[in-house]
């Protein structure tokens, strides 16, 4: 079936909010997070593996695709989910955030943004209608307007210069996409990005000429660049308060377990963030009791303690603190997929257990007791 | 059950034999490849994936495990297979493979060899009796003597030289056992390593004396050294006829699936090697038509063409060449996982074919078909 948001509950005592998006490669359950695939793959893991851990919908890098393997491959493939061999949703994001971290590499033209590939050096325009058409190509079930990243800290004047870009580049977006249907034979649903950065007046007046629009759904960007977590919150939720009540809001980039759980206090029914599982790469992960950095010499004989014994994935089924540590210590490959699965199973499970206590309406509570414990123990 | 050989069947036309080893982890059909995990993981794998894709025994080197983790842990552990959670039948080296290729950093004495870590530097002594208490530590079913790898090419007296070495070390190793029972509560059978190097009136000494000893089974040493491929198989195929018929022989470190037919047909049981693994991460598949560069520009557009047409091992089932080509330049580590399930895959599947042929008793056929196809593509 066509994408569709349906809202099927908002707490009495937060903004957080219990929702249903349809797509055609089925439905997801928000709140919700998406683990990233880069290019394209969420680095250690497999499909199957990916599905086994509960991912409802994950997210591709429309930047790393575009340049490699090229979304003409994609489109002769039939499609990013026929490509990878994964069928359930798939979000693509603008490329506005990869082509804004290239700072000294990029110039921003009115037409859009032109900059140099970080694999050869080559040059290349993204405009409002290229990056819909590479979407297209890719064919994810969300597809996102091209926007520019405003960047932490900036003056109301740059703010001001870099929403008006933003905003004619979505309606140049969302006039291309009408002309030009899917190709790959179902559909795709548009999101316009809301920037402004922490100016909030000027968020307010996006969202305005955004909602004009009529869009299947919206985005919160430029946050999580630089500003307090505390900004974050307030702004993202000032925004949800202004943004559609029947389309889904989606927060780029964010974050950590606390963040997503503020975020959704606020009314965020959607997050993306690579923190999972670059920081399982990286020797930490997250439990219920908070942040373990597991290659701390202090596991080494932890030989029947799991990560996390609250945790069923398959890691803490089967595996000792101890023997993560080894592996990673020894640079055996194998921790890279042991620890990704944990650590993106603690963010399914976390959402999955939003999504309960939304329904059974104890969320605040429950959130309350996690939030303190984690802040306890500095997780 | 305790460690026990069957031989079920011999060829009529070639030395191959198909065979049954019993463990108390389970028994392991013979001819038998093992996968190799160095320290303690086979790379990119899980061990769940490592039963899925047929694997009976694997590899473990002691040389590495004792470095890292230490034998200590191991032992407190419980033993490698409770550590890494692995509960099929494991067989370790014995460390003298390892301490060789430090060439530079080691010092043959007569109780031992000393030699400095590769990973600080620091000195240790392995002897027959040090390495055999790291292996009952490490708990894997089959346990190999300390030896000495003689190297190609070596002199007769060099060679004497050295086998004395082994054959002593053996005879100690063996003593040793004896008088040491297994501590994880189940049964290790010591293995021989016959040398001699390319001096087949010493492997033949060396069988005698060993056969003498009356052990579970029985090694080829020193090969895939250097030599070439003939010598290697003349060798192994004359040693075959001299060693005892009613226990399994293993050639260790070897090698490529022609090598594989080569020795089984001359009544090989057993090899193991780190070339499908290593292969599959450098870009480099085994195929039933030959060796494939997957990452080669070729492949790029092969969108619906599998690695191996003729292979059903999950990577086969559901990724194309061009999209594990894009993985490898992308540099995805998705892609060490998919290749390596798909060689070690075809390495359980070529030693799963060569029993059904040698049970059907039209190997020696087959086998010739195998060979001449891979030898016509240089496969």
Not at 300 to 315: F, K, M, N, V
């Amino acid at each position: 079936m066509p994408f569709a948001f349906r809202l099927l509950k908002t707490s009495s005592r937060s903004a957080a909010r219990l929702g249903r998006i349809f797509t055609d490669h089925g439905p997801v359950e928000t709140p919700v997070f998406m683990p990233v695939g880069i290019a394209w793959s969420v680095k250690a893991l497999n499909p199957h593996q990916l599905e086994a851990l509960g991912a409802q919908i994950v997210l591709g890098n429309t930047y790393h695709l575009y340049l490699r393997p090229g979304t003409e491959l994609l489109k002769e493939a039939g499609g990013l989910h026929r490509f990878m061999h994964w069928n359930r949703p798939i979000l693509t994001d603008s490329g506005g955030f990869q082509v804004w971290s290239l700072k000294k590499f990029r110039k921003i033209r009115p037409e859009g943004v032109e900059f140099s590939s970080h694999i050869d050096g080559s040059r290349h325009l993204f405009t409002p209608a290229s990056v819909m058409k590479a979407q297209r190509e890719i064919g994810a079930d969300v597809i996102m307007a091209f926007d520019e990243c405003t960047p932490y800290p900036s003056t109301h004047e740059e703010a001001r210069k870099s929403l008006d870009l933003t905003l004619r580049w979505t309606a140049e977006a969302a006039e291309w996409v009408d002309k030009n249907p899917p190709i790959h034979g179902y559909d795709q649903a548009l999101f316009g990005i809301v920037q402004g950065g922490t100016h909030i007046e000027l968020r307010h007046e996006a969202i305005e000429t955004l909602a004009a629009l009529d869009l299947p759904g919206y985005a919160l960007g430029g946050l999580s660049v630089g500003e307090p977590a505390e900004t974050m919150y307030s702004v993202a939720g000032q925004c949800c308060r202004w943004m559609p009540e029947d389309k889904p809001r989606y927060v780029m980039g964010v974050g950590t377990p606390s963040n997503l759980l503020e975020l959704v206090s606020r009314g965020v029914d959607m997050c993306d963030c690579v923190m999972p599982s670059r920081n399982a790469r990286n020797g930490v992960v997250f439990t219920w009791e908070g942040k373990l950095s597991y290659k701390a010499a202090k596991h080494a004989r932890e030989l029947d303690r799991p990560l996390d014994e609250q945790c069923s994935c398959y890691t803490c089924r089967n595996f000792s603190r101890a023997y993560l540590r080894h592996l990673f210590n020894a640079e055996e490959l194998l921790v890279h997929q042991l620890a990704t699965i944990h650590n993106l199973h603690f963010y399914q499970d976390l959402m999955a257990r939003t999504r309960a206590h939304l329904r059974d309406g104890d969320f605040e509570e429950w959130r309350d007791g996690l939030l303190a414990r984690w802040d306890a123990k500095k997780g």
